[in-house]
């Protein structure tokens, strides 16, 4: 088998492994997209009214877009809670695709709408297929069933001594 070949099968067989590679990159961007609206607020505020009550309103979409992304984008990268991360930040894509690079359309030079309704579709597929082995959400699942099988066995070596027991009472005291 050359060298093309090895390499195809390796990666045919590792497809769920990429996809964590994916997660970990756009839970990274996130992440860091979380920390530019909190260390740039100006910039997201300058889109929103100056006073009343739409001005509140603005500022805890600010609050609640930089925590989704920071603690969103954290979990996906590490692959924990992985569907929740991915839907939390579900409503702020929406929001960045329709509303703030909506008007804007395929054709513009600086490709945001492209960009969100890629972070869109991504955060999509994360909400509903969640992470893969590479993850922690995996990490734990592999930890309790290994916990599981541990305690099962230990119920049955219980089960079996106590059948054994029984037996061993059943021949020293056949009457009873």
């Known amino acids: 088998m050359n060298v093309l070949s090895r390499w195809r099968e390796w990666v045919d067989t590792h497809r769920a492994e990429a996809l964590d590679l994916v997660r970990f990159y756009l839970g990274f961007a996130l992440f860091v997209r979380g ?13 929103m009214p100056e006073g009343g009550p739409d001005f ?31 839907l939390v930040q579900v409503p702020v894509l929406i ?6 690079h909506g008007s804007s359309g395929l054709f513009e030079g600086d490709q945001s709408f ?3 309704a890629l972070v869109l579709f991504l955060l999509a597929v994360f909400s509903i297929w969640g992470s893969g082995p590479w993850s922690l959400d995996a990490s734990i699942a592999r930890r ?14 219980n089960v079996q001594r106590l059948h054994e027991l029984a037996a061993a009472q ?4 056949p009457e009873s």
């Not at 920390?35 to 889109?47: G, K, P, Q, R, V």
């Not at 309790?144 to 541990?150: I, M, N, Y």
């Not at 059943?170 to 005291?173: L, S």
């Open 35 to 47: 920390l530019l609206f909190l260390t740039n607020s100006e910039a997201y505020l300058a889109l």
């Open 56 to 86: 509140l309103v603005s500022g805890v979409m600010l609050h609640y877009v930089a925590l989704a992304h920071l603690g969103g984008g954290l979990f996906l990268s590490l692959g924990l809670l992985t569907r929740i991360a991915a």
């Open 95 to 100: 929001g960045a695709v329709f509303h703030v």
């Open 114 to 116: 492209e960009l969100a």
């Open 144 to 157: 309790a069933e290994t916990e599981r099988e541990d305690e099962q066995a230990v119920m049955d070596a």
């Open 170 to 173: 059943e021949q020293t005291d």
